[in-house]
């Protein structure tokens, strides 16, 4: 009979530990879904970012209070399912909200002058359309957590095995949304999917919970050391510190590898992968120590060894990599695998620990009969912590003390954990400790300003540097040459001045030479503010607009100012400090060119200005005869991609055309110019233009100072290929291949390059742009005769 019943609780526990874990990865591809989804809504920010994340932490926190409620009820298990059901069908409508609120009207009433406004009108938007699901899911730890607990026993016990079990579906989830469900099956579908998944979890929880209720027949592992020398108080500022400091970890270690990793989808999903693998092993080994070690033993330890590990993994991880740019393997699978390797070598301890103190909280506090009620209390207090943990991460710690004072501030937190578990049985002990934990504090914040003098490039001058939620920014000056930079996280150059200048200037010249009378042009994208500054010298220019994502950017591009003819000075440039897609969908203003800066396709989410919904509010932006140039850093793609991105770019203008911004074989850049109807060129005002520029002081552009010299920067148009495979909002298929094509060598360089200008670039038909003297091109030889020019200034053949 008893070989019976226990075999009876092992196939109910089973089934418990895996309806958990499936929660916990529908959970997460939710999160993942919604964030991107927001992003839209909200801009890609990290404001925006950091306000959906709080938003999200804020209903869940309300769900750990209702799920403690309902635990009174009876019946847990039932609870649960409903809580599931009902998160999953809120899923379901959660794009259509988004959808319905991308008006002009909602964009612009967010948008106010007030960074504070700008924060809780988000914010109220977030955790409104959030709150139901959010509530649900926040709901289903302490009901799960009573439901173990009346199969099991062993209050602490068996909610820390459930909790281990439902992180880790959290790690699964964030790895399937990440490397299979975003590129293959969509963004909002892939929150559909797991919305059917949870209703199955739910319906199947109902059916189970005839079972929920029965005593334990065989309660395992014993009794646990509990203590009640701690109040509830304490415990819920122990709880509360756990999540501050978890999720600022969470922040602060994705900065500290955005340092050396290529900063794609797939690094950042490695990083959260890893730490919430890390968190489920803390709860893990809690579970087994919770019936041998008292729980203000377990807290105080991890606070100190949390310092400790926090600040020797950090030293070594500067120590090891020398902040150079990760490079390691000979393929796209063995680059990330070797990614992950290497994020958990340096992140599983520190987290590890980190994760143990949560669950060690419910030891003290629970009980059997009310163990859903106190893991629900305790898990609020966490996630109220937890959100103003990402919010103090990313807009106090970050900007104000810097990566590395962040880092010390978590750390000395920790430190504080272990003062309030301190247990008294262990004086002398436990003050060792403390002071081995504050000297090693001691001993790294010494070190930290070493550490800023690592990764950077030899022939280079360090100038200054800004410490932001989107990195460091750094203004270096080059050794050999007259030349200024721009750089984010030490490998990621926004421009420079010298002999990229000349380059930069085109940009913004070539377009605006295509149209007839660009009185008002917007740039999208800032970096040295050199591109900007090229449209200065156009007399005919009254306005100019220019929305960079990064406020830090467009101070060191003022701090260039004796390099780009101090362009953020002149009274008809104006600055908007916003996400390029959303500054769009909110403004009402209209452009005769807009010009899209070079961008790094496969950076996290940087697809979106790649989409064609991003073409088409650009579109709608222009005027009638407007111009829409993107320009593409070809190097930085493959043929697929490029493909993708032009057919994308086609279907929205039916005039496409292809010029070059750079002939180079190593670094090619290409602009793609849209527009609604066929270029026009009036040859005799054109000249008078050219003509004027040169004489100016900066103006002067040698490869486009005549009409024979736009005539050879012209490639051709480009005809849709494959309108079957668009890079759509939906479908952010580019930010996903690019990082394939880049550890595959497959980008458009070099021997690449010649192919891909020989099948395809040099088979274009040729561009439809009208002059008043002519055709534009003149005849096929003519034609022939310039693309065998264009070929000799790349190949020298």
Same mark, same amino acid.
């Given at each position: 009979m008893k070989h019976g019943a226990n075999k009876s609780i092992h196939r109910t526990t089973t089934l418990l530990y895996g309806l958990f874990l499936i929660s916990g990865a529908t959970t997460l591809v939710y999160e993942i879904s919604w964030t991107r989804q927001a992003g839209l809504l909200f801009g890609h920010t990290v404001l925006a970012g950091s306000v959906v994340l709080a938003s999200l932490f804020f209903g869940l926190a309300i769900g750990y209070g209702v799920g403690s409620r309902l635990c009174q009820f009876g019946r847990p298990l039932r609870w649960f399912g409903g809580c599931e059901i009902m998160a999953a069908v809120w899923v379901l409508l959660v794009p259509s909200l988004f959808d319905a609120l991308q008006s002009p009207v909602v964009l612009r009433w967010m948008n106010g002058e007030s960074q504070a406004w700008q924060w809780f009108s988000r914010a109220g938007i977030g955790i409104t359309i959030f709150l139901p699901a959010t509530i649900a899911l926040g709901a289903t730890l302490p009901l799960m957590s009573q439901a173990l607990t009346r199969v099991l026993g062993n209050p602490s016990r068996s909610a820390a095995i459930g909790y281990a079990w439902n992180t880790a579906g959290a790690m699964a989830g964030t790895l399937i949304c990440t490397y299979l469900l975003l590129v293959r099956v969509g963004v909002s579908r892939s929150s559909f999917w797991a919305a059917g998944v949870g209703i199955g979890i739910g319906v199947l929880a109902i059916g189970l919970s005839r079972r929920d209720g029965m005593p334990p027949l065989n309660p395992i592992g014993g009794s646990v050391k509990g203590s009640r020398s701690a109040g509830p108080i304490t415990m819920m500022t122990v709880a509360g510190l756990s999540g501050f400091i978890t999720l600022a970890l969470e922040i602060l270690y994705t900065r500290l590898f955005s340092l050396v990793f290529h900063n794609s989808t797939y690094t950042f999903g490695n990083v959260v992968a890893v730490f919430l693998l890390s968190l489920a092993l803390g709860s893990a080994i809690v579970a087994r120590l919770v019936r041998r070690v008292r729980a203000e033993t377990i807290l105080f330890w991890c606070g100190v060894f949390g310092a400790i590990t926090c600040c020797v993994t950090l030293a070594l991880f500067v120590n090891v990599t020398r902040l150079g740019y990760y490079t390691a393997g000979d393929s796209f699978v063995e680059h990330l695998l070797r990614g992950f390797a290497m994020v958990l070598g340096f992140i599983v301890v520190p987290v590890t620990v980190c994760g143990m103190i949560f669950p060690a909280t419910w030891q003290v506090l629970s009980d059997r009969e009310a163990t859903g009620r106190v893991i629900g209390t305790l898990a609020m207090g966490n996630a109220i912590g937890a959100a103003l943990g990402s919010l103090s991460a990313s807009f106090i710690l970050l900007p104000t003390i810097g990566l590395w004072g962040g880092f010390l501030t978590a750390?000395?937190?920790?430190?504080?954990?272990?003062?309030? /578990?301190?247990?008294?049985?262990?004086?002398?002990?436990?003050?060792?400790?403390? +002071?081995?934990?504050?000297?090693?504090?001691?001993?790294?914040?010494?070190?930290?300003?070493?550490?800023?003098?690592?990764?950077?490039?030899?022939?280079?001058?360090?100038?200054?540097?800004?410490?932001?939620?989107?990195?460091?920014?750094?203004?270096?000056?080059?050794?050999?040459?007259?030349?200024?930079?721009?750089?984010?996280?030490?490998?990621?150059?926004?421009?420079? +001045? &010298? &002999?990229?200048?000349?380059?930069?200037?085109?940009? /913004?010249?070539?377009?605006?030479?295509?149209?007839?009378?660009?009185?008002?042009?917007?740039?999208?994208?800032?970096?040295?503010?050199?591109?900007?500054?090229?449209?200065?010298?156009?007399?005919?220019?009254?306005?100019? !607009?220019?929305? !960079?994502?990064?406020?830090?950017?467009?101070?060191?591009?003022? !701090?260039?100012?004796?390099?780009?003819?101090?362009?953020?000075?002149?009274?008809?440039?104006?600055?908007?400090?916003?996400?390029?897609?959303?500054?769009?969908?909110?403004?009402?203003?209209?452009?005769?060119?807009?010009?899209?800066?070079?961008?790094?396709?496969?950076?996290?989410?940087? &697809?979106?200005?790649?989409?064609?919904?991003?073409?088409?509010?650009?579109?709608?932006?222009?005027?009638?005869?407007?111009?829409?140039?993107?320009?593409?850093?070809?190097?930085?793609?493959?043929?697929? !991609?490029?493909?993708?991105?032009?057919d994308t770019f086609a279907t929205v203008f039916p005039e496409t055309s292809l010029w070059w911004g750079k002939l180079d074989p190593s670094k090619p850049i290409i602009g793609l110019v849209g527009a609604m109807r066929p270029i026009e060129i009036d040859d005799s005002a054109l000249a008078a233009r050219l003509e004027r520029l040169n004489r100016l002081p900066g103006g002067n552009d040698p490869q486009v100072a005549k009409l024979d010299d736009l005539r050879l920067a012209a490639i051709g148009d480009w005809p849709i290929q494959n309108v079957e495979l668009l890079n759509l909002d939906e479908h952010p298929r580019v930010e996903f291949w690019t990082p394939q094509s880049l550890m595959a060598g497959k980008l458009l360089r070099g021997a690449w390059f010649a192919k891909f200008y020989d099948d395809v670039l040099a088979k274009l038909p040729t561009s439809d742009v009208s002059i008043d003297s002519g055709s534009f091109l003149g005849d096929a030889a003519e034609v022939q005769e310039g693309r065998q020019t264009q070929r000799f200034l790349l190949f020298g053949q």
């Amino acid at each position: 009979m008893k070989h019976g019943a226990n075999k009876s609780i092992h196939r109910t526990t089973t089934l418990l530990y895996g309806l958990f874990l499936i929660s916990g990865a529908t959970t997460l591809v939710y999160e993942i879904s919604w964030t991107r989804q927001a992003g839209l809504l909200f801009g890609h920010t990290v404001l925006a970012g950091s306000v959906v994340l709080a938003s999200l932490f804020f209903g869940l926190a309300i769900g750990y209070g209702v799920g403690s409620r309902l635990c009174q009820f009876g019946r847990p298990l039932r609870w649960f399912g409903g809580c599931e059901i009902m998160a999953a069908v809120w899923v379901l409508l959660v794009p259509s909200l988004f959808d319905a609120l991308q008006s002009p009207v909602v964009l612009r009433w967010m948008n106010g002058e007030s960074q504070a406004w700008q924060w809780f009108s988000r914010a109220g938007i977030g955790i409104t359309i959030f709150l139901p699901a959010t509530i649900a899911l926040g709901a289903t730890l302490p009901l799960m957590s009573q439901a173990l607990t009346r199969v099991l026993g062993n209050p602490s016990r068996s909610a820390a095995i459930g909790y281990a079990w439902n992180t880790a579906g959290a790690m699964a989830g964030t790895l399937i949304c990440t490397y299979l469900l975003l590129v293959r099956v969509g963004v909002s579908r892939s929150s559909f999917w797991a919305a059917g998944v949870g209703i199955g979890i739910g319906v199947l929880a109902i059916g189970l919970s005839r079972r929920d209720g029965m005593p334990p027949l065989n309660p395992i592992g014993g009794s646990v050391k509990g203590s009640r020398s701690a109040g509830p108080i304490t415990m819920m500022t122990v709880a509360g510190l756990s999540g501050f400091i978890t999720l600022a970890l969470e922040i602060l270690y994705t900065r500290l590898f955005s340092l050396v990793f290529h900063n794609s989808t797939y690094t950042f999903g490695n990083v959260v992968a890893v730490f919430l693998l890390s968190l489920a092993l803390g709860s893990a080994i809690v579970a087994r120590l919770v019936r041998r070690v008292r729980a203000e033993t377990i807290l105080f330890w991890c606070g100190v060894f949390g310092a400790i590990t926090c600040c020797v993994t950090l030293a070594l991880f500067v120590n090891v990599t020398r902040l150079g740019y990760y490079t390691a393997g000979d393929s796209f699978v063995e680059h990330l695998l070797r990614g992950f390797a290497m994020v958990l070598g340096f992140i599983v301890v520190p987290v590890t620990v980190c994760g143990m103190i949560f669950p060690a909280t419910w030891q003290v506090l629970s009980d059997r009969e009310a163990t859903g009620r106190v893991i629900g209390t305790l898990a609020m207090g966490n996630a109220i912590g937890a959100a103003l943990g990402s919010l103090s991460a990313s807009f106090i710690l970050l900007p104000t003390i810097g990566l590395w004072g962040g880092f010390l501030t978590a750390s000395v937190l920790l430190i504080a954990v272990s003062i309030l /578990a301190w247990p008294r049985r262990q004086r002398y002990s436990s003050a060792a400790a403390l +002071t081995i934990g504050g000297l090693c504090i001691a001993m790294t914040a010494v070190a930290m300003p070493s550490w800023s003098m690592l990764g950077r490039d030899s022939d280079e001058v360090f100038m200054t540097r800004r410490e932001s939620a989107y990195g460091w920014i750094d203004v270096t000056r080059s050794k050999e040459r007259d030349a200024w930079y721009i750089r984010q996280n030490l490998h990621y150059r926004l421009g420079g +001045t &010298g &002999g990229d200048a000349m380059r930069e200037r085109r940009q /913004a010249r070539l377009p605006m030479l295509l149209h007839p009378d660009p009185q008002e042009v917007l740039f999208l994208g800032m970096g040295t503010g050199v591109t900007a500054a090229g449209a200065i010298h156009h007399q005919e220019t009254e306005r100019i !607009e220019i929305v !960079e994502l990064i406020a830090d950017v467009t101070a060191a591009a003022r !701090e260039l100012g004796h390099r780009n003819d101090h362009v953020l000075d002149n009274d008809r440039v104006h600055v908007t400090t916003d996400d390029a897609r959303h500054f769009l969908l909110g403004t009402e203003q209209r452009f005769d060119v807009i010009v899209s800066d070079l961008f790094v396709p496969w950076e996290s989410q940087t &697809g979106y200005l790649y989409t064609r919904e991003h073409y088409v509010a650009a579109a709608e932006h222009l005027n009638d005869d407007g111009l829409f140039c993107l320009w593409l850093p070809v190097y930085q793609m493959g043929q697929r !991609e490029f493909t993708m991105i032009a057919d994308t770019f086609a279907t929205v203008f039916p005039e496409t055309s292809l010029w070059w911004g750079k002939l180079d074989p190593s670094k090619p850049i290409i602009g793609l110019v849209g527009a609604m109807r066929p270029i026009e060129i009036d040859d005799s005002a054109l000249a008078a233009r050219l003509e004027r520029l040169n004489r100016l002081p900066g103006g002067n552009d040698p490869q486009v100072a005549k009409l024979d010299d736009l005539r050879l920067a012209a490639i051709g148009d480009w005809p849709i290929q494959n309108v079957e495979l668009l890079n759509l909002d939906e479908h952010p298929r580019v930010e996903f291949w690019t990082p394939q094509s880049l550890m595959a060598g497959k980008l458009l360089r070099g021997a690449w390059f010649a192919k891909f200008y020989d099948d395809v670039l040099a088979k274009l038909p040729t561009s439809d742009v009208s002059i008043d003297s002519g055709s534009f091109l003149g005849d096929a030889a003519e034609v022939q005769e310039g693309r065998q020019t264009q070929r000799f200034l790349l190949f020298g053949q």
